[in-house]
């Protein structure tokens, strides 16, 4: 959620260059060696000297840098409060004086003055600044060729306070407890973080917040979905059908065992709003930071994608999005023994079935197929979900349905099909 310079490239970027020297030969320019500070006072450039220094680019007219400032300014406030050899310099995109003036009259730390253009520009070019918000950590000791972190946003989004002093090494050891971390994922490391350790609910005078910590020891859904993407306007219904007939159940045996979460991609709060008013389950913020995690961390590669998280807070499965195809609410709990029965009952079912049928919607036979036997994933052309095991397929042409989906009509080769309904 960048503004785009270049292209859209979000990789820790470790500066070759390096900076050369004194931050002096960075931030002053030929009549000034001072920075602006937030009571109006110049601060002089060489008071830097010796310390971590965070230049923030950003600009006033780009709502993430807002939402990222607001983050920042707590980060820095708690910083300042326990480490002096740390600053934050104000690189500004804005585009007006009085934007910039308001912009920063937020901001806790120092600024390069507006009227500079010239610093900005060489400093945008010199960290190789692709998008705002973007913030570049210089090491105190500059020595280091390769001491500069270029990745701050990211750093500050995923770790907080914790990232301190933003160095490399600093970030290698992060990384490694990542590693671990998810060795030994827990609900409450994967939806909670440093600023937020609830997620939302629906109630009937609006969102309430429900702790995180009240989720353990169930079995969690993350739907990943979002308002315009059209798969999911067809597969939400169904988990909602999915969902409150598994609830149901539970309800029944006096257990309440299964949540959904909401992860959205949404663009925007409206639609957000919108869309989440249609569900009966909880969601995280819309824009949260987590959510980039969570993209990362289960390899989200297209929506609606559902993963399961068990009691015990490890992954179960990331492909609830197919088994609630398959088998509707009977999916539930959704580990592998589950799924091995279903497997198991969906077999002893397709016995019955013939062994060929003529479908209403395609003009050739269909053969009974399953996996390893002619068959595999399949997309249905009746309902345009996904498949495994049992499928109806033509040898002809490739089309495939769902036993389910099958609409078998009598035999006869003078019907004819409305060629624009055919699924090649
Ligand atoms: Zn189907
Ligand atoms: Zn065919």
């Not at 740390?86 to 730390?109: H, K, Q």
């Amino acid at each position: 959620m960048r503004a785009e310079m270049k292209d859209e490239t979000q990789k820790v970027v470790v500066n070759g260059n390096g900076h050369s020297g004194k931050l002096s030969h960075l931030l002053a320019s030929q009549h000034r060696d001072y920075l602006l500070s937030p009571t109006g006072a110049q601060v002089k450039i060489s008071n830097l000297e010796g310390k971590v220094v965070g230049l923030y680019f950003a600009a006033n007219w780009y709502p993430p840098c807002r939402g990222f400032t607001q983050i920042l300014v707590g980060i820095y406030e708690e910083l300042k409060s326990s480490v002096p050899q740390f600053e934050i310099v104000y690189v500004s995109s804005d585009e007006e004086l009085d934007a910039f003036n308001n912009f920063y009259g937020n901001m806790p730390w120092l600024a390069i003055p507006f009227s500079d253009l010239e610093t900005k520009k060489s400093l945008t070019r010199k960290y190789d600044v692709e998008g705002i918000p973007c913030l570049i950590f210089l090491q105190a000791d500059d020595r280091k060729e390769d001491a500069t972190v270029g990745d701050g946003v990211e750093l500050i989004y995923r770790y907080g306070v914790e990232a301190y002093p933003f160095s490399n090494e600093r970030l290698e050891q992060l990384q490694k407890e990542d590693k671990v971390k998810r060795e030994n994922q827990t609900l409450v490391n994967l939806l909670a973080n440093h600023h937020r350790d609830y997620v939302f609910s629906h109630t009937h005078t609006g969102l309430k917040q429900v702790p995180v910590s009240c989720l353990v020891g169930k079995t969690i859904g993350l739907y990943f979905s979002a308002e315009w993407c059209v798969p999911c306007a067809k597969f939400t219904p169904k988990l909602i059908s999915v969902y409150e007939k598994i609830k149901q159940e539970l309800a029944e045996k006096g257990e309440e065992d299964f949540e959904v979460v909401l992860i959205s991609s949404d663009r925007d709060q409206a639609s957000f709003d919108s869309y989440y008013s249609s569900m009966p389950w909880l969601a995280l913020p819309f824009g949260d930071p987590e959510i980039k995690n969570l993209v990362r961390h289960f390899n989200v590669q297209g929506i609606p994608w559902l993963v399961i998280i068990g009691p015990d807070g490890k992954t179960i499965t990331l492909h609830g999005r197919s088994l609630i195809n398959l088998y509707q609410e009977n999916a539930y709990p959704f580990t592998n023994a589950k799924v091995k029965e279903l497997e198991k009952q969906l077999e002893e079912e397709a016995k019955a079935l013939p062994t060929m049928v003529f479908h209403q919607g395609h003009r050739h036979d269909l053969n009974l197929v399953s996996d390893g036997n002619g068959g595999g994933p399949f997309i249905c052309c009746v309902c345009d979900e996904q498949g495994s095991s049992w499928a109806y397929q033509c040898l002809q042409c490739g089309y495939e349905v769902h036993p389910k989906c099958v609409r078998a009509v009598h035999h006869d080769h003078n019907v004819l099909v409305d060629p624009t309904t055919a699924c090649l």
